[in-house]
């Protein structure tokens, strides 16, 4: 059987230490990690090997010539083109189609034990035209999740999910069997993948495409962190690997060829020394590799680290769980900090300090008696992700600093092409005003125009990226939930959050930190443009009938929540012809972040006001502009699913009115009221992902008239297909006036039906377990996987889905009567609990 290693990565995560290297030849343990991936091949009889390289591929064939000396047969064939991962196999395989009739893939980047005769053996008697070897993972989001049946042939792929999408904890590890049939459906000459190509293609045709679960030691080198606990867990035996050295009398220290070590050196843990060392007097070294020809001097403490080769680390140094490149010097009594990253050819000089994190590039100098705070080429202290539900968020000139926005900036804009324009806004506060200047630093050294807003409603500016020139947008606010965060919400073309894969884009670029700055001349221009809410207001007020709602003489009370949809939306309502009692619409950015009591004691202030003036309405606006909160007109506040029911059936009525019918979306975890309406009145409802991304998604579709979700956020695509609070107040008061009807009186109209909602307890490590066993434990039942799972009892049903940034699952059932959704609510956080406990 022929195999081919996948070696063409450039290892783009692990910078700065792959800045000249290419990924395969990274160093675990001292050999570099194809080694192990070719011993592995070795060890199950698999000798007839073939390199697939792009990135420097001669530092590759050089080091591992034609295999003989690991004993296999290597021969390479060096792509000049992008052809895909499965476009790059399927050019390879065509080579030895006539004679070869299966092949093994791997990659040439991960660190593994598996038996790999096993694999095949399960793929020979199933019969299939490929296999996928899969392994259980605690996080299973940064990885394509495989669902198999019982029998283990595949039924769905999920390429990079959310956790409401993580239906398993079982993962492609990217090593495949394939039959050459497969070359059929693997055109020639053009980029094709397996995770988003070919292996969707063998499903959609029912070909045997089967999922084998491998025991034993996987992890993909993806991240500097897991590149050291990589490391570590070698030291640990918790990967059968080969180590380079002799063994120390069974004590777990390997020492190569040509090592001296003084008698009084401290040597704790497990250690690897290379050849060629030399650990001098009172030497500490504790659970750590260290490369060939490299010097501890007297008095140096290295603590779970990885050395590269030619390394100095001088007198009294100390180094704690960091990694150094190759031809380093760490001089006298200089102090590496956690987390430390230092490539090639530095110099960290005498007395000088490191912060925990700081990477430092190659042929970087740091001088004596410095301190690091920051990277040397430019660095943060954040973790691997920096996107989460709401955007970017951090504590406010702590995480989310100038340097750390400006950096952000330059990260979006270096995925821009250079010239283009992105509009920029925010809110009142004068932290959101710092950080948005940061942002837009940020993206004009990269060439990229700013068009700033200043302070303006986030729905205006997602209404003008869709009207003009701009690929996209930034706006900063503090945060509606912690007065001590600020929210960074980034959007596309089409006013829409930005797609999670463009935003790993971003993070890819912010973490490599190596992107381009343009020359004097090419600096973006700042454009501070003075006509957007005449735009919006125009566009608003052609898509609303002014003269039914002034018709209708509405009383209303309407709290601004200190927001800037003070500074239009009055205009706006100025021609309706309704008599409006204003809270709160005043511009004070000190205001706009309400805690759960100051949230509370505002909507009980706002009830009350609406039943003293015996007003027909009122509405909350969120300080963004963006969700509203609706009042009868006795006064009660509509609870989240209530107000989502009677604003898709005044959809629904005002559309069938019009002779109009389409499509209502909402979420999955929104009442059957809604489709029980639907169908008296001939519309077909679409269910969503219950992200603010998904609900968008579905707002561009054709057809769609309505988009709403249970915390005031209602979408007309009429105007635009985003969360627009304004608008939705306007498009309210128009079908109320069209129909004649209030709110109170709609309520009687909705089918009843309870809903109770709890969150269970769930840590990131065992999401994708609780997930792999909801799905097993509901296999007989009717279920709908789209966000969490959705699992139905005749009528009756419950959700289960996990928290995007929350160690929590989200728990939403709907019964004919509370103690049928109370038991629905019962029975599976109970499951949840106990499966966390095995």
């Known amino acids: 059987m022929k195999s081919i290693i996948m070696a063409g990565g450039f290892g783009t995560r692990l910078r700065p230490l792959t800045n000249n290297l290419p990924k395969p030849m990274v160093p675990m343990a001292n050999r570099p990690i194809i080694e192990h991936i070719i011993e592995l091949l070795k060890r199950n009889s698999v000798t007839d090997l073939t390199a697939l390289l792009y990135f420097q591929p001669e530092m590759i064939s050089n080091h591992l010539g034609d295999g003989s000396s690991l004993g296999v047969k290597l021969d390479y064939i060096t792509l000049t083109v992008d052809l895909g991962t499965a476009g790059a196999v399927g050019s390879a395989m065509r080579r030895w189609a006539e004679t070869e009739g299966t092949t093994l893939v791997i990659s040439g980047d991960v660190l593994t034990d598996f038996d790999i005769n096993k694999a095949v053996d399960f793929h020979k008697k199933k019969k299939a035209l490929a296999t996928i070897v899969l392994t259980r993972v605690e996080n299973p989001l940064p990885f394509g999740i ?50 988003k190509d070919l292996f969707p293609a063998l499903l959609e045709q029912k070909k045997p495409i089967y999922g084998y679960t491998a025991e034993g030691y996987w992890k993909d080198i993806g991240s500097l962190e897991e590149y050291r606990a990589a490391n570590m867990d070698i030291l640990q035996g918790k990967v059968h690997v080969t180590i380079p050295g002799d063994e120390v009398e069974g004590k777990g220290i390997w020492v190569g060829k040509g090592s001296r070590i003084d008698f009084t050196a401290r040597l704790e843990g497990r250690i690897v020394i290379g050849e060629g060392c030399k650990i001098e007097a009172d030497a500490r070294i504790s659970n750590s590799i260290i490369g060939s020809n490299t010097v501890i001097e007297e008095g140096a403490v290295i603590i779970d680290s990885v050395l590269w080769n030619n390394i100095r ?12 490149g190759n031809n380093t010097g760490i001089f006298e009594r200089a102090h590496l900090a956690e987390g430390v990253i230092v490539s090639d050819h530095c110099q960290i000089g005498r007395n000088a300090t490191l912060k925990a994190n700081v990477k430092v590039w190659p042929h970087k100098t740091v001088e004596d008696d410095a301190t690091l705070a920051s990277s040397l080429v430019w660095g943060e202290k954040w973790s691997r992700h920096i996107f989460a539900t709401y955007g970017v968020t951090g504590l406010a000139n702590i995480e989310l600093t100038p340097e750390f926005a400006a950096k952000l900036g330059a990260a979006y804009g270096a995925s821009l092409k250079k010239g283009s324009t992105v509009s920029t806004s925010r809110d009142a506060h004068k932290a959101s005003r710092m950080i948005n200047r940061a942002v837009m630093t940020g993206m004009l050294s990269t ?158 202030q706002l009830s009350s006001i609406v039943r003293s003036l015996k007003t027909d309405i009122g509405f909350y606006l969120d300080a963004g502009g963006e969700k509203v909160f609706l009042f009868d007109e006795t006064g009660e506040v509509l609870d989240g699913d209530t107000a989502l029911d009677v604003m898709a059936l005044l959809a629904m009525k005002s559309n069938k009115a019009q002779g109009k019918k389409g499509v209502i979306a909402v979420p999955i975890t929104a009442s059957r009221a809604i489709d029980a309406l639907a169908d008296t009145y001939g519309f077909t409802v679409k269910r969503t992902k219950t992200t603010t991304r998904g609900l968008m998604e579905a707002a561009v579709e054709e057809g769609v008239l309505f988009v709403g979700e ?50 269970i307890p769930c840590s990131f490590e065992n999401k994708g377990m609780v997930m792999r066993r909801l799905a097993e434990d509901s296999h007989k039942q009717k279920t709908v996987l789209l966000d969490g799972i959705k699992i139905f009892f005749g009528e009756d049903w419950i959700v289960a889905h996990p928290s995007q940034d929350m160690p929590y699952f989200h728990l939403v059932a709907e019964a004919s009567t509370e103690e049928a959704a109370l038991e629905l609510i019962t029975k599976y956080s109970e499951k949840i609990k106990s499966w966390q406990k095995l």
């Open 313 to 324: 680390v001088a007198r009294g140094a100390s180094l704690h769980e960091n990694v150094v």
């Open 146 to 195: 495989v669902i198999t049946d019982k029998q283990g042939r595949i039924t769905k792929f999920l390429e990079k999910p959310g956790w409401g999408e993580v239906f398993s904890d079982t993962i492609n590890t990217g090593i495949y069997i394939l039959e050459k049939e497969v070359l059929d459906f693997i055109p020639k000459d053009r980029e094709f993948d397996f995770s």
């Open 710 to 759: 249970q915390t005031g956020g209602f979408i007309f695509p009429e105007f635009q297909p985003n969360f627009d609070g304004m608008y939705a107040i306007v498009k309210l008061l128009e079908m109320l006036a069209q129909s004649g009807a209030r709110l109170h009186r709609l309520i009687r109209e909705i089918p009843p039906s309870i809903i109770l909602k709890d969150k």
């Open 447 to 604: 060439g990229v125009n700013v068009h700033d807003y200043g302070v303006t409603p986030l729905p205006v500016c997602r209404f003008l990226a869709r009207q003009g020139n701009e690929v996209g947008g930034v706006h900063t606010r503090r945060s509606p939930f912690d007065p001590k965060l600020i929210d960074l919400k980034f959007f596309d073309n089409r006013g829409l959050d930005l797609h999670p894969g463009y935003e790993k884009t971003i993070e890819k670029l912010f973490f490599r930190e190596d992107f381009e700055r343009v020359s004097v001349e090419e600096t973006g221009e700042m454009v501070f443009p003075i006509h957007g809410f005449e735009y919006y207001q125009n566009g608003f007020m052609s898509r609303v009938n002014a003269k039914t709602i002034s018709k209708a003489g509405f009383k209303m009370v309407l709290d601004y929540s200190y927001g800037s949809s003070s500074r239009i939306f009055p205009s706006i309502m100025g021609q309706m012809n309704c008599e409006i009692i204003a809270l709160n619409a005043n511009l004070d950015g000190t205001k706009t972040t309400r805690t759960a009591e100051e949230f509370q004691k505002a909507i009980d």
